[in-house]
């Protein structure tokens, strides 16, 4: 499928005709991952880039050389036969015309960019990361879905009107989708009316599960490294019950 239909294809995911049928977006690491999930029959899959750090043995928070954050990437979309969103965290320090080609190279439909630098957690000036989210959208041309992370709930001060201030700045240079992470579900009715594009909510472990975000304004919802924590938490019993004298036996 050409990247631009697939990205079109990717887009109109976002369009839910139910609120409590949210775009579910499993994020994998690597090509076993992808193929799971792909097979599990969900539409679209998306990178986790602390995940895909540890599988390839760095720490998350840009410590990944860029080459082989996108080397996995290629591998992960040449798995599966549908859609994949990139993390690719605040884009490595490379130029959005670079972010766009090694993207579109790699195959996927579209990326998050964060707002903070993952080296200090400091938040980016909204303007200045807004000029270079529109320098991503233009380079891009509609070839990728971009998908804007609003760290004010992680670093800032957490307020819903900090999140709408900047999300409105971000959807005004060209991102299809906001993604305030960590926002309190009970949050989530008041970022969507006041964002009125797609709003991407983090599921997390003992939290509300995807039709519930869906239904509190949530178009897309997303695990990011939780489901290889889970899988890394299962392989760890596996090594146990391995190890022990019965597993041996058995």
Request: with cysteine; charged share 25%; proline share 8%.
């Amino acid at each position: 499928m050409p990247a631009r239909t697939s990205a079109e294809a990717f887009r109109a995911l976002h369009d839910r005709a139910e609120p409590d049928d949210p775009l579910v977006l499993p994020n994998v690491w690597d090509a076993v991952s992808a193929r799971a999930f792909a097979d599990g029959g969900f539409p679209a899959l998306a990178t986790s880039s602390s995940a895909v750090a540890a599988v390839l043995g760095y720490e998350d928070g840009e410590h990944t050389p860029p080459d082989e954050m996108f080397a996995a990437l290629r591998r992960i979309v040449r798995a599966v036969d549908v859609p994949v969103t990139a993390d690719i965290e605040a884009g490595y320090g490379l130029a959005p015309a670079e972010i766009v080609e090694r993207l579109l190279e790699a195959g996927a439909v579209g990326c998050n960019l964060e707002d903070s630098d993952p080296a200090t957690g400091e938040l980016e000036d909204p303007r200045e990361h807004a000029d270079r989210l529109a320098e991503v959208s233009a380079a891009a041309a509609g070839r990728l879905v971009i998908n804007a992370r609003i760290d004010t709930f992680l670093h800032g001060d957490g307020s819903v009107e900090s999140a709408v201030r900047r999300g409105r700045l971000y959807a005004g240079a060209g991102a299809d989708v906001v993604y305030p992470i960590l926002a309190p579900a009970e949050a989530l009715p008041d970022l969507a009316e006041g964002l009125r594009v797609p709003v991407n909510a983090l599921c997390l472990p003992g939290g509300p599960a995807p039709a519930r975000l869906g239904r509190l304004g949530a178009s897309r919802v997303t695990f990011g490294g939780g489901l290889h924590r889970q899988a890394t938490a299962g392989l760890r019993d596996l090594v146990r019950r391995t190890a022990s004298p019965a597993g041996a036996d058995a």
